[in-house]
């Protein structure tokens, strides 16, 4: 059973910084790309950003395109989100999602999810 499980989070002020991470653990099957989506009150679970295992392709939001930055440790199978310069809109409780092969930026192709964690970014 493929389980992920997320750190980080929390509340910050407009214009600063967090770091997310998700550490995933248990058999996948071959090489395996992480999403991060968000869920913000009221709205549907959007895509925020991207990696494959080997760390040569990503994908980002428009809206957090140059802001965020995915990353990942292959050696401690944990995959990173690094969030600059949050915004109020960026508030919502994000999740990281596993699949096999290449990412999507679809939720629904995404079979294993970690449990969530709230984001608050005050203005």
């Known amino acids: 059973q493929v389980q992920l499980v997320q750190s980080g989070g929390g509340l910050v002020q407009a214009g600063g910084s967090l770091r997310l991470s998700c550490a995933v653990s248990?058999?996948?099957?071959?090489?395996?790309?992480t999403g991060w989506f968000r869920q913000a009150p009221g709205k549907g679970r959007e895509f925020v950003a991207a990696i494959n295992w080997s760390g040569s392709s990503t994908a980002y939001a428009d809206s957090v395109k140059g802001r965020f930055t995915i990353s990942r440790d292959t050696a401690k199978n944990t995959v990173y989100l690094q969030m600059n310069t949050l915004k109020p809109e960026d508030t919502g409780i994000y999740y990281c999602?596993?699949?096999?092969?290449?990412?999507?930026?679809?939720?629904?192709?995404?079979?294993?999810w970690g449990q969530g964690t709230q984001v608050t970014v005050s203005s």
């Open positions: 248990g058999r996948i099957f071959g090489s395996y790309a």
């Open positions: 999602a596993a699949r096999a092969l290449s990412f999507s930026r679809a939720w629904s192709e995404y079979p294993y």
